[in-house]
């Protein structure tokens, strides 16, 4: 259902977003220009404050793709879940097994990684179905 959506939609109106404590250390720097260079607009945060207030912003004039951290994500994705232009959540984490049991209620939740290549990769492969 996602990617019907998002074919129907042109990409400037898409802000891929990544939510996440640890997204501005040297770690993911790489990772950051990575997904800077297969998304026009891409956006960060390192606060569950600042990313919430940033999508909450984005309602009407955009929708979202988001990145984020597990434990970001058990906090925020119940308050954005049902956001219409919230299209697709995907989870970055370790344990995963903490957080498929809170992520297993909502559907916008895509996928769980681990790795940031599998991550880079889906969103790489994702992308041509938002145009």
Not at 27 to 42: C, M, P, T, V
Not at 100 to 108: G, L, N, R, Y
Not at 109 to 125: C, E, G, P
């Amino acid at each position: 259902m996602t990617a019907n959506v998002l074919s129907s939609k042109n990409t400037e109106n898409i802000v891929l977003i990544w939510l996440d404590p640890s997204v501005n250390s040297a770690e993911y720097s790489d990772a950051q220009q990575k997904l800077a260079s297969i998304h026009r607009n891409f956006k960060k945060f390192t606060s569950v404050v600042d990313g919430e207030k940033a999508i909450q912003q984005l309602a009407g004039s955009s929708q979202v793709i988001l990145t984020v951290s597990g434990g970001f994500g058990k906090e925020l994705v119940p308050r954005i879940h049902q956001l219409e232009h919230v299209l697709t959540i995907y989870v970055f984490c370790i344990n995963r097994e903490t957080h498929i049991k809170w992520a297993k209620e909502f559907d916008k939740v895509r996928q769980f990684y681990s790795s940031f290549v599998s991550l880079h990769q889906t969103i790489f492969s994702d992308q041509s179905s938002y145009y």
